[in-house]
Structure formats: structure tokens, C-alpha cells
């Protein structure tokens, strides 16, 4: 594809663009801004952004991406339930910020694995039977790293946005070769927003260590 063929596709499909993906798209952008700042908001925002994407992703042959959104839908009354849980005792948020330990790391890789394989052959199938247009290894992918991240952000885990920024990467040409040129542009703008979220939650994690050792202290 040339630069010309390039730029026509992408102002073609900017033009074609729906209003609920256009919705869905600012949605996607307001959750991750919450989650970024470690606002509970992130949940509600992101519900308008699932809901709105499962019918997106059957109606252009993205199974592994209506599986993915389905997914984001439940983990996101579960993420709103555990950063809104708070202790007993001190009534501040059980949940904080933090880095996997080894034992995590090797979860959410065997997690990864699991769900990528699951989905790979799933949508192998799925391809022949229902859905001519789906590329199953890159749906996978992208389906697979987004189920790990959303999994680890409902845990407040600073490892999330790395998974993130791998859905990102895999989803942008995914959306764009099947049309969706904004929600393409969406994920470019994600993948930014990833990396602004990893410094601010490392910011936040370091203060909230330095705050317990002065606490410890005094």
C-alpha cells in the first residue's frame, strides 16, 4: 500500500465512521484517563465503551474482540466492586498499587498462554464456519494480551500497562485493514495514554512506599 493509498483509506474511513463507534471511541479515551490517575471512573466509562464495541465486533467479523469486550464488561463490575472495597478497620482502599511478584508474573503469562491458544483455535474455526474476514493470530493476540491487562488492572498492578500497550500495538493495523479507521486512531491515542499510566502509576506506587516508611517512622 502506498502513502497515497495510505492517507485515502484512512480519510475514506474517517467519513464512514458511525456515531456509536465515534461515542465509543471518546469512552475508550475517558476510561483510560481515569485509570490513569487511579479513579474509580474508569469502570463506568469503560461499560459505555464494551457495550457499544461487542456490537462493533460482530458486525465487522472481529469474534476474538466481542469475546474480548464481553470480557472487559464483567471484569469491569468486578474492577468498580474491588477499587471501591475498602477495610474494615481503616476504611482506606484495600487495593493498592503495586508490582507483580514472581508468583504473579508466572500467572499472567500461563493466563496469556491459555487465552491466546483458547482464542487461536477458536477463531481458526470460527473463521472457516462464520467469519471469512477474521485473522485469527492477530485477533488472538490482541485479544489475549487485553484480557491479561484488564485482569492485572482490576488487581492495581503496574504490570497492566504493559499488556495494554501490546493490545494497542496489535489492535491499531487490525481495526484499520478491516475498516474501522477510527478506532484504529483510538488505539494509537491508547497506546500514548498506556505509557503516560505506566509512569504515573510508578510515580504513585514509590509514593505511596515512601508515605508508609514515613507513617512506620513516626
Known amino acids: 500500500m502506498t502513502i497515497e493509498e495510505f492517507i485515502q483509506q484512512f480519510l475514506t474511513g474517517i467519513r464512514n465512521s458511525s456515531w456509536m463507534e465515534l461515542v465509543a471511541v471518546l469512552a475508550g479515551i475517558g ?5 490513569r490517575i487511579e479513579n474509580v471512573w474508569v469502570y463506568p466509562v469503560g461499560l459505555i465503551n464494551t457495550v457499544f464495541y461487542i ?10 474482540e466481542a469475546a474480548v469486550n464481553t470480557y472487559y464488561t464483567i471484569m469491569s463490575i468486578y474492577g468498580w466492586y474491588m ?12 487495593l493498592q498499587i503495586s508490582y507483580s511478584d514472581k508468583r504473579m508474573w508466572q500467572n499472567q503469562l500461563l493466563f496469556f498462554a491459555f487465552f491466546y ?14 467469519f471469512e474476514g477474521a485473522i485469527p493470530w492477530a485477533d488472538a493476540f490482541a485479544s489475549a494480551t487485553a484480557f491479561t491487562g484488564m485482569w492485572l488492572m482490576t488487581r492495581k498492578k503496574i504490570e497492566s500497562w504493559y499488556w495494554w500497550m501490546a493490545t494497542n500495538l496489535a489492535s491499531m493495523p487490525l481495526y484499520f485493514v478491516k475498516g474501522l479507521v477510527m478506532t484504529s486512531v483510538l488505539y494509537f491515542v491508547l497506546l500514548i495514554m498506556a505509557v503516560m499510566g505506566l ?11 515512601a508515605k508508609a516508611a514515613f507513617s512506620f517512622e513516626n
Do not use: C, I, N, T
Not at 456490537?55 to 476474538?64: A, D, E, I, T
Not at 509512569?199 to 512506599?209: A, D, P
Open 31 to 35: 476510561s483510560v484517563w481515569f485509570s
Open 83 to 94: 477499587w471501591l472495597k475498602k477495610d474494615s478497620s481503616s476504611h482506606k482502599p484495600v
Open 117 to 130: 491458544a483458547a482464542l487461536y483455535f477458536s477463531l481458526s474455526y470460527l473463521k472457516e464456519v462464520f
Open 55 to 64: 456490537y462493533l465486533s460482530f458486525k465487522y467479523h472481529l469474534p476474538g
Open 199 to 209: 509512569m504515573e502509576w510508578k510515580r504513585r506506587e514509590k509514593l505511596q512506599k
